[in-house]
Structures are given as structure tokens and as C-alpha cells.
């Protein structure tokens, strides 16, 4: 069989699959089917491979390639073109057709010449007859519509940000753009935000069915009570009044739907034709490790076509959308709108960096929509060291799952780590301090004017351990079962309404869960989050850190927290294993300087104290304080500034420091002293100058010594102290402040850890043999060293040794801020050895040597490279800096495939590649 053959046969399959019915020329019936393919079709051009027939009607055509030329298909649109607009035999219309489609028996292409400039797209299968039918009988395309349709938004009851989202979805909507993303922060009304645009969508743009994807069924459900809940404001029904809303629970789309909402396990499932746990559904895909036995690809779904949905809203996914559950979003013909308050560059990446609206946590912290918060971290000599278990020692043996006891000895000595707790080893006394020097903690240092303790939620490690911290917080704090309560989802109680009443009732005060609170469940009340379990994604560790975001008016937090005296301020992460330190985080608290009084804030700078860290650390203590103060003490500090507000004060100083709000003040000063700027030709003093400029007149107001003394006199008047003892055997216990005793032992431990295994780790074989082996530095060989030194006892990733540089020896460590890559296990390697006399990531040494190479080539060779062999040249040193090495295959990743890959370098290059390849592994790495 020729692949052209095989390819027809293919093509044929998948339309037959779609309801078409495939016919010879010969043969031609039109009246057969609605839709009707007709092979080898003559035009006064030459026969076309299939005219696409409907009702009667030739509505598109199909040029067929063999699979070979799949990459290359774009190039044959000219060629479907000369077909659409050539005159058909027997047809006395000879309008142009419609439907343009390119194929293979891969690859499938549209395009739509109806839309406002058409273009092609890839789509996973053939439409079906009856789509192109009801795309017919429109007036105009969705596309066209989106261009041309859609009314101003109006802005009643929506804030600036979700105005801005809203907006900046349809502008890049109408310029056809297939992927958009929408940053907001945590607490800023992202759902509130998408069923504004869902509603627009669906009225306005004539969209047929729009699919919401969610992370977690609990959190399907939200998103379904809060389209129940939703009035638009154009129409006083509620959005289900007027659309079918469909949460999905069975793999049954209902025709009537216009709105379904699902997890994407559950979209996996109908498509893949794997069966679905159930229980899967309950828990974050951040939390979910693909199996190598879910290998089973997507595949077409007559019950389910690719034209289903016209939208696909992707709320809080994280990353399943880059797995193997991309295929759902790969499946449908929908454009992409992403939601999050998390983004990293691979979601940056997906979305084609598409941002279509940005609203930061510093941002909404500033506006008064969240609340900003602070690290209290507490350390016990078992958190930190583990224990041991000596054998022969009667202790209990409890089974995971049916906690059933049995007193017993143990057989051997059992030595465990701080990971290992509360999974093979349960240590109470563990839990018992933490949550003492929490109950401490909160009532003498965070919340010292509390009389009920504060709603907390606690994280924790497994629905075992959320049993134990229970047991342990009733005892702890001498109260009763309603005082605190299990939400998770194999709680005996039902969890939702254990939910609803820490939400909105006095009791539980504290809630423990394992997941099921993690994201996006909002529970605004919550001033306390205690973290007793560590967590693996960045992305996940800041949504289970917005739970505590929420900004709540005082009534309504008075109301379950009697004692509260004003609106919620903040709230306070308390770190009971070390998650903060692990550098997931996206955003950092506001507060810089946690141990510095306010008054010395205001002092600092009407002195010209005006570095980053004390303006954020001033203005987080002004927004906070704007919530706290009376009307009377408001007032007074307003006229000490000369009109003025306390928020407005705050939100200035974070405004001030913008880092695109600087741009634009140097851009303006550039232009205004006849200079033609443009941002990537700002020098660094035009930019310092801007932010000097604009932090100066932020900081203006303090000058004054009687508003300085109205803050401070204001900020006295709202807090009392309470000295308490704290007798408990916590080894640390205060705001995020690593000892730097412990740093040193993390670094000995990696000394003596290098010293001793070098001759069996040929990561470590590889730096003792210097310089000679320079070259058999791999990056398997880094991962293997890495996956060594992480696993217990050691525990030492990449991130806890930079870390614990940086506080024992920092004059000699570089680039602390910057996200470890897994090669910076190199530099660490190379700074304990003495090769290196600072510690700097990987990446700045490549680009430092990458430069000195260059440089010294370009005075070698006759002529020095182009530009084009220069930027190919910086895309292998940026991989070389991700991966130790490159070679020919490596052109299949992204970043260098999406520049044309192996052939494109060669042609640059030619024979000099390889020569050129060597060169950068030899050199760079070493």
C-alpha cells in the first residue's frame, strides 16, 4: 500500500466515523446521507480529492497528503484554495466553497472562509455533517461575531480587575487568538470573572456549549451553586433561569446543556474510554502522579465530536493541562481560557503568553480585596533530627487504614526522619508541640487580644494524621468535639455541611483537612493556616495559602469571632515543617521587616530610608491598619496628611514600586528630555531614577511629623500585649527566621556526604577527575545525584542547600532570589569543593563562559557569526544551562523545535555544528 493509499484510507475511516458517507464520482448520490464525500470530484482545475456535499450542496472540499508531508501541510493551502474557488462539474453555483480542509491520515486542517481573515487551524477530527449545516444556516461566524458583536461590558457590580479580564478576553477573542489567560489573585473573583464571560459569551456570541473544567469535584460543585448564584446584570434572572447548567456526573452530555462542568479525569475518561475511580475526582491534580499504566490515548467519540464545545474555561487545572490529560484539550475544537492566581512559565508557555489580564496578590492587596500576611514558623527537635526506635521497645502498631492497636515490640532499631512522620512512624508528642506553640503563639504573640481562638485550618499529611491532630487539639486546648472538626473527604460526618458552619457559624474553630480546603474553597473568616504537611508544586502551595487571602468587613467577622474588633487585616501562616523555606512559593509576604515597630518604619523613611524592603513592610502596615482603625482615628490621620487616607497612604507606597509603573515614569522622563526611548534601550540609571522618583513622592506625606505621630499613636491605641511563659520543647518558635546553626549542619552533611561516596557516584567521580573528564558530564548523572542526596536521612534538595549557604555564608553566595534549576547541584558541588570561590547559579557560570567562548571564536574566525547563527548559538547555551549538554536530538525540544529544529540548525550551521556542539559541552559545563 503507497502512503498515498494509506493515507486516503485513513481520511476515509475518520469521515465515516464523523457521518459522512463516501462516495465515488461514479456513483454519486447525494440524497444518501446529510453529508456526502465524493472522491476524485472534477473542477475545471482537475479533480478535487473530496467535495464535501451537504444537503445536496457543496459546502467545502478536502485536499489529501500522504503522512510525509504532514509537518509541511500548511504549504498545500493554496492548493485547496484553487479547488474551493475552481467551477465543479454540474454545478451551476459557482460561488466559492466554504470549508477548506487540509489532511493527512494524522493531521486534520480547517479553515473557514467566512471568518474575518480566515485561517487555518488544526483540529483532532472531522466535523460532523450536521455542524456544518447549523454553521450554514447562521448569519455569521462565532468568530466574526466575536469580532464584530459583543456590546460594551457593563461595568455595575464588577471591580477594575474583573472589568479588565472581562475586556481583555473579548479583544483577544475577536483577534481569533486561540489561547488566553487570565491572572488574578486568589480571593479576586476569578469564577465571579468567567461566568461574567461565560454569560457573554453565550448570549452575545451565540456560542453553542461551553465546558468549565475544574481541579476537583468539591470544587465543581462550588462552581456550579455559584452560576446558580449569578444575576447578570442585563437581566434579573439567575444564569440557570435563563442556560442549562450541567455538572458532569455520568459520561452523558446532555443536548440541552450550554454550560457543562466537569473535572478534566472525568473528560479523560469519556474520551480515552478508561475507566474513572471515582475517588479520583476528590483529589488535586497537583497532588496526582501519572502512572505509567494510564498510557490510553484519547480517541474520537462520535457520542462526544471534536465540535462539542466552542470554549473551554480551564479554572485552577495547574498542571494536568501539560500531561497526559492535555488530550482533552487537544480533543475539542474550543479556544483556551485559563484562570489562575499561579501562573509559572510552563503555564505562561501554554497559553502562548497570552495574558489577557494580570491582577497580582500585591496588587488586590493594595486595593483592599485580599489581606496581606505573615510567616510564623515553628521547629521541634523531632521535625528537625527524627528519632529513634530502639528494638525490643513495647509500643503501640497501629493499622493505617482501620487504626486498629496492638501492643507489641518492636523487632529492630527503627530510625526515622521528620518526612517519615505520621506516615511509617507516628510520633504524638511531635503533634502535641506543634499545636501547643501554635495555641502559644496565637494567644501571646498573633492574636493577643483574641478571646476565642481565631477560625484556623490545619493541613495535614493524610486522613490518619488529620485524626490524630484532632484528638490532640481537643486535648490541647481542653474543649469538645464541635470545637474542631474533619473536613476531608472520607470524613464520617458530611463535609459539606461541616464546611458551611466553619464558614458561617461560631463552632468548629478549627478545621483540619488533608485536600479537600486546598483550593479554591472559600472560607473568608480564616485568619490562621497552619501547615503540618509539606507540598511538592509551587502552584499548589500558594492556592492552599489563598485560603487565608479573603478580606471579610467587620460585622461579618465578628459574627464568628466575637472578639474580633474591626475588618479581618491578615491573616498568619504558620509553618510547622519547613514548606516556606522550600522556595515554592510564587509571592512573598509584604511584610520585610516583621521586627521592625512602625513608628521606626515612618522614622526610616523621613530619614531616606526608601529600599524595597522597608516601603512594602510601611505600606503592608498602613493597609492593615486602614482596616483596624475607627472612623474618628481614620479621620484624624486624613487631616494629619493633608487629605489623605490610611489605605490610600498604603496602597501608594506599593504602587510606587510597580516594576511596569517605572518603565512608564522613565519612558515619560526620557521623552520629556527630547529623547526617543524605547524600554528595551532604558539604561539602568534612567530606571533607578524612575523608581527613586516615584518612591520619593509616595513617601512625600511622611515628612510630617504629625502625621508620623497620628499612625503611631493610632496604631497604639488598637493593640495590647499579653506576656505569656512558653514552656513547651519547641527548638525554635517565631517569624521566618532560619537558625543559622542549622544551616552550617546542612552544609557539613553535604560535605562529609560528597567526601565519602565519591568513588561511587559518577557525578561525584566526575569533579574529583578534573579537568579530564570534563565531557562525561551528563545530566541522568545530576538526577541521580540529586535523587541520592533528596531521599532520607539526608533530605537535602537542591533548594534546602542553596538555602542553607545563603544564611551561614552569604557574602559568598549569588543570585538567592533566583528559582533553583536542577543544575545548580553543579555549582553547589563545585563551591563545596573549593573549585569555585562563590556560589552562583549554573545558569549565570554558562552564560559568563558562554560569553568568553563567543568572544574568542569571533576574534579567531574570519568572519564573525551572523545574527541568526548568534541567537541559535544563545538557544544551545540556554539549554546547555537547563541540561549539562546538548546534541542532535535535543533539537526536538520546544524552545529549539519551535525555531525550525535539526534542519534549520544544520542549514545555519552546516558540518560546523557538531565541532561547534562539542565545543559548548566542553567548555560551559566544566
Known amino acids: 500500500m503507497t502512503p498515498e493509499t494509506k493515507a486516503r484510507q485513513q481520511i476515509d475511516q475518520k469521515l465515516e466515523q464523523a457521518g459522512w458517507v463516501i462516495q465515488d464520482v461514479k456513483q454519486i448520490n447525494l440524497g444518501a446521507a446529510v453529508g456526502v464525500a465524493v472522491r476524485e470530484y472534477p473542477t475545471d482545475t482537475g479533480p478535487a480529492d473530496y467535495v464535501l456535499f451537504v444537503n445536496r450542496n457543496a459546502v467545502g472540499v478536502i485536499e489529501a497528503k500522504k503522512d510525509s508531508a504532514g509537518e509541511n501541510i500548511t504549504v498545500t493551502e493554496k492548493q485547496t484554495e484553487r479547488y474551493a474557488t475552481a467551477a465543479l462539474k454540474w454545478r451551476k453555483d459557482n460561488t466559492p466553497l466554504r470549508f477548506l480542509i487540509e489532511a493527512t491520515g494524522q493531521i486534520i486542517r480547517f479553515t473557514d472562509n467566512a471568518d474575518p481573515a480566515p485561517r487555518s487551524r488544526e483540529i483532532f477530527h472531522f466535523f460532523k455533517p450536521e455542524t456544518f449545516a447549523a454553521w450554514l444556516g447562521q448569519p455569521d461566524t462565532l468568530r466574526r461575531r466575536l469580532a464584530e458583536r459583543m456590546p460594551v461590558l457593563p461595568e455595575r457590580n464588577l471591580r477594575d480587575c474583573q472589568i479588565s479580564a472581562v475586556t481583555g478576553l473579548e479583544q483577544s477573542l475577536a483577534q481569533n487568538k486561540p489561547r488566553a489567560l487570565v491572572h488574578m489573585a486568589t480571593g479576586a473573583g476569578k469564577t465571579f470573572t468567567a461566568i461574567t464571560a461565560v454569560y457573554r459569551l453565550l448570549k452575545f456570541g451565540g456560542a453553542r456549549r461551553i465546558l468549565f473544567l475544574v481541579d476537583t469535584r468539591n470544587l465543581g460543585k462550588q462552581a456550579h451553586q455559584e452560576f446558580m448564584a449569578y444575576t ?137 480585596v485580599n489581606v496581606g500576611y505573615d510567616v510564623y514558623e515553628i521547629e521541634t527537635d523531632i521535625t528537625q533530627r527524627g528519632a529513634e526506635l530502639k528494638a525490643k521497645e513495647w509500643v503501640d502498631h497501629r493499622d493505617r487504614a482501620t487504626r486498629k492497636k496492638r501492643w507489641s515490640e518492636t523487632d529492630e532499631d527503627t530510625a526515622y526522619t521528620g518526612k517519615e512522620l505520621d506516615r511509617s512512624v507516628v510520633n504524638l508528642s511531635q503533634i502535641r508541640q506543634v499545636i501547643q506553640a501554635m495555641k502559644t503563639a496565637v494567644e501571646t504573640q498573633i492574636f493577643p487580644s483574641r478571646r476565642e481562638t481565631p477560625k484556623t485550618l490545619i493541613f495535614a499529611k493524610t486522613d490518619s494524621h488529620a485524626d490524630d491532630i484532632i484528638n490532640i487539639l481537643r486535648e490541647v486546648y481542653g474543649q469538645g468535639n464541635a470545637f474542631c472538626k474533619k473536613v476531608t473527604y472520607r470524613a464520617e460526618e458530611d463535609a459539606d455541611s461541616i464546611l458551611s458552619s466553619f464558614r458561617n457559624d461560631y463552632n468548629p474553630r478549627i478545621a483540619v483537612t488533608v485536600d479537600m480546603i486546598a483550593t479554591g474553597t472559600d472560607v473568608k473568616p480564616l485568619e490562621v493556616l497552619l501547615f503540618m504537611r509539606d507540598v511538592r508544586s509551587k502552584g499548589y502551595y500558594e492556592q492552599m495559602k489563598g485560603r487565608g487571602v479573603r478580606s471579610l468587613d467587620g460585622d461579618s467577622l465578628k459574627r464568628v469571632s466575637n472578639s474580633a474588633d474591626g475588618a479581618k487585616a491578615r491573616f498568619v501562616l504558620i509553618d510547622a515543617v519547613g514548606v516556606e523555606k522550600s522556595l515554592k512559593t510564587e509571592s512573598r509576604p509584604l511584610e520585610k521587616k516583621s521586627g521592625v515597630a512602625l513608628k521606626d518604619l515612618l522614622q526610616g523613611v523621613a530619614m531616606g530610608s526608601l529600599d524595597d524592603d522597608t516601603v512594602l513592610s510601611l505600606a503592608n502596615r498602613l493597609v492593615r491598619l486602614a482596616k483596624q482603625l475607627d472612623d474618628k482615628a481614620q479621620a484624624r490621620i486624613e487631616q494629619a496628611s493633608g487629605g489623605v487616607s490610611v489605605a490610600a497612604l498604603g496602597k501608594g507606597l506599593i504602587v510606587a514600586l510597580d516594576p511596569d509603573a517605572i518603565v512608564q515614569t522613565a519612558l515619560a522622563n526620557a521623552q520629556a528630555q527630547g529623547k526617543t526611548a524605547s524600554e528595551d534601550a532604558l539604561l539602568p540609571a534612567e530606571i533607578d531614577a524612575a523608581r527613586a522618583q516615584r518612591v520619593a513622592a509616595a513617601c512625600a506625606p511622611f515628612d510630617r511629623p504629625e502625621l508620623r505621630d497620628a499612625i503611631d499613636n493610632a496604631r497604639r491605641e488598637r493593640e495590647q500585649l499579653i506576656d505569656h511563659i512558653n514552656l513547651d520543647q519547641v527548638t525554635f518558635s517565631g517569624f521566618s527566621e532560619q537558625a543559622e546553626g542549622e544551616a552550617r549542619e546542612v552544609i557539613q552533611r553535604f560535605a562529609d556526604y560528597i567526601q565519602q561516596h565519591k568513588d561511587e557516584i559518577a557525578a561525584l567521580d566526575f569533579f574529583y577527575q578534573q579537568p579530564y573528564q570534563r565531557r562525561a558530564l551528563t545530566f541522568a548523572m545530576i538526577e541521580d545525584l540529586h535523587e541520592r542526596l533528596s531521599k532520607p536521612p539526608l533530605m537535602l534538595t537542591t533548594e534546602r542547600l542553596w538555602s542553607a549557604y545563603a544564611r551561614a555564608q552569604a557574602g559568598q553566595v549569588k543570585g538567592s532570589e533566583s528559582r533553583r534549576q536542577l543544575t545548580d547541584l553543579i555549582s553547589l558541588v563545585r563551591f563545596a569543593l573549593g573549585l569555585d570561590g562563590e556560589l552562583k547559579p549554573f545558569a549565570d557560570e554558562v552564560d559568563k563562559r558562554f560569553q568568553t567562548w563567543i568572544f574568542r571564536h569571533n576574534a579567531q574566525r574570519a568572519t564573525a557569526f551572523t545574527p541568526e547563527q548568534t541567537d541559535w548559538l544563545r538557544l544551545m547555551k540556554d539549554h546547555i544551562a537547563s541540561s549539562c549538554s546538548i546534541a542532535r536530538d535535543d533539537f526536538d525540544y520546544a524552545e529549539l523545535a519551535d525555531k525550525g529544529g535539526l534542519q534549520r540548525v544544520w542549514q545555519v550551521f552546516g558540518s560546523e555544528l557538531d565541532g561547534l556542539m562539542d565545543e559548548m559541552n566542553r567548555e560551559l559545563v566544566a
Not at 485559563?338 to 497559553?351: E, H, I, Q, S, V
Request: hydrophobic share 35%; glycine share 4%; proline share 6%.
Open 232 to 368: 447578570p446584570p442585563d437581566d434579573g434572572r439567575k444564569f440557570t433561569e435563563l442556560y442549562n447548567v450541567q455538572r458532569l456526573s455520568s459520561p452523558s452530555i446532555d443536548p440541552h446543556a450550554q454550560v457543562c462542568i466537569s473535572t478534566i479525569q472525568r473528560m479523560y475518561s469519556i474520551l480515552s474510554g478508561e475507566p474513572i475511580d471515582e475517588s479520583a475526582e476528590d483529589l488535586s491534580l497537583n497532588e496526582v502522579q501519572q502512572t505509567a499504566a494510564q498510557q490510553k490515548l484519547v480517541r474520537y467519540n462520535p457520542a462526544v465530536p471534536v465540535e462539542t464545545f466552542g470554549f473551554i474555561v480551564i479554572d485552577e487545572c495547574h498542571r494536568s493541562i501539560y500531561n497526559l490529560w492535555k488530550q482533552v484539550l487537544d480533543y475539542f475544537d474550543a479556544s483556551l481560557i485559563g484562570l489562575t492566581a499561579t501562573p509559572d512559565k510552563r503555564t505562561f508557555g501554554f497559553f502562548n503568553e497570552n495574558i489577557v489580564a494580570e491582577y497580582t496578590y500585591e496588587q488586590s492587596v493594595a486595593d483592599g
